[in-house]
């Protein structure tokens, strides 16, 4: 069988190619690449020199929060997160739900709640006090890789960006760049190998940190995934096959998508006579886990919204409730189904609630709900209550 002209390319791209490809990016990362990043930077906010360590606290922190956000969303983020752990030692000593407060609102949650237990390995394979010096963190990508969370791209970002050692990455943002440079005509995720082979073609042995910094640069400034900036691009006069083609934005191709699933969500907001509201904490495993939300369940077929509110209730938490109004009405679109949210304030009748499918469950005061971490769903779900009992009822908007 014939190969495709991209194979050709991906198993022989010959070696006065990577040459070219790679000085040339090293060459705009110099003039136009992202210097300021903070945890790139050493403490005194200068430039590592080649082989120099920086603190690999602050990268790692960073790239696991990259790992599905875009860095002008997670840098507040980060931000906040050093002010509080601002030590290996202060995060594998926190609680997890202070952890998760923090991460509050970056959504997948798993990547915290695995920032927390990775942080008690690490601490235990370094040292306390061993862990403020920078050289004294493992370097050894397999370690890192071992860690709960942290793929080979992750790991190599790591120690590259850190240590300065030779490891390739292949991250969202290279895998877009290469499929348009080549002008690969099948989806990225069926040619995985071959692009980690391309990525350690192309890698610069002596200036690993500036090269993958260089290529994360490039896929987030210049080759963006719509409307790519070809002519402020290092390789558009050199070889870029998509660019060639005219049709850069035809690259990646897509795998043929499958439809979301939808589901309609009964949640109910139940006061008592004390005015408390009931939340429940969802178990530490799975979406979403160790976060509070306010209970409910999918609405089972040809049944009404208000009766699946109390069955859920019953269910999951044993209690009796009377579903009074309709609180608020949204939806939500996660990465992988659309929810829509129907939910009610309940007023509680009898029962004391137990966790039958959470892991605690608790009468709190309204006021008090900022001190527990919830879904960015439910967000909207407390600023609808606080405007109900502020005695503003025109909070059912959509
Ligand atoms: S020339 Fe355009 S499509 Fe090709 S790598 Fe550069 S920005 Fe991307």
């Known amino acids: 069988m014939s190969q495709r002209p991209e194979e050709n390319l991906l198993s022989t791209l010959p070696v006065e190619r990577h040459v070219i490809l790679r000085t040339k990016l090293l060459e705009w990362y110099a003039e136009k690449g992202r210097h300021w990043i903070p945890w790139k930077l050493k403490a005194d906010g200068t430039s590592a020199g080649s082989g120099e360590a920086i603190d690999p606290y602050r990268i790692w922190i960073a790239e696991v929060m990259l790992q599905q956000t875009q860095l002008k969303t997670m840098f507040p983020y980060w931000e906040k997160w050093i002010k509080t752990f601002p030590t290996l030692f202060d995060l ?3 609680d997890q739900q202070e952890v998760l407060l923090v991460w509050q609102g970056l959504g997948y949650y798993s990547r915290a709640r695995r920032i927390h237990q990775s942080s008690m390995i690490l601490l235990d ?3 306390d006090t061993k862990s403020l010096d920078p050289n004294q963190w493992p370097k050894d990508l397999e370690f890192w890789i071992a860690l709960p969370g942290i793929g080979r791209s992750t790991a190599g970002s790591i120690i590259s ?5 030779p490891s390739p990455i292949l991250d969202g943002n290279v895998k877009r760049v290469f499929s348009r440079l080549i002008a690969c005509s099948r989806p990225v995720e069926s040619v995985t190998n071959r692009f980690w082979c391309l990525s350690e073609q192309l890698l610069d042995k002596q200036s690993p940190r500036k090269f993958n910094q260089a290529l994360m640069d490039l896929g987030a400034m210049v080759c963006k995934p719509r409307n790519p900036t070809c002519l402020t691009c290092p390789w558009q006069k050199h070889d870029c096959i998509a660019y060639s083609s005219g049709k850069p934005n035809h690259f990646p191709v897509k795998a043929s998508s499958k439809s979301v699933p939808y589901e309609v969500i009964g949640v109910g907001v139940v006061l008592n006579a004390d005015g408390e509201v009931l939340i429940d904490q969802r178990h530490d495993q799975g979406l979403l886990g160790g976060l509070w939300e306010f209970p409910g369940g999918k609405k089972e077929h040809g049944e009404g919204i208000q009766e699946t509110i109390a069955r859920e209730l019953r269910e999951e938490l044993g209690i009796e409730i009377e579903v009074a109004d309709l609180l608020v009405d949204f939806e939500h679109l996660y990465s992988h189904k659309r929810l829509r949210f129907v ?8 029962g004391t609630p137990q966790p039958f499918a959470s892991q605690k469950v608790q009468w709190v005061d309204p006021n008090s709900l900022g001190e527990f971490p919830f879904p960015a769903a439910n967000a909207k779900m407390i600023r609808a209550l606080n405007e109900y009992l502020r005695g503003d009822k025109s909070s059912k908007s959509h």
């Open 92 to 94: 594998a000593n926190a």
């Open 343 to 350: 939910v009610h304030l309940c007023n509680w009748i009898a």
């Open 125 to 127: 394979a370094i040292g």
């Open 161 to 165: 960006s850190a240590f300065d050692c």
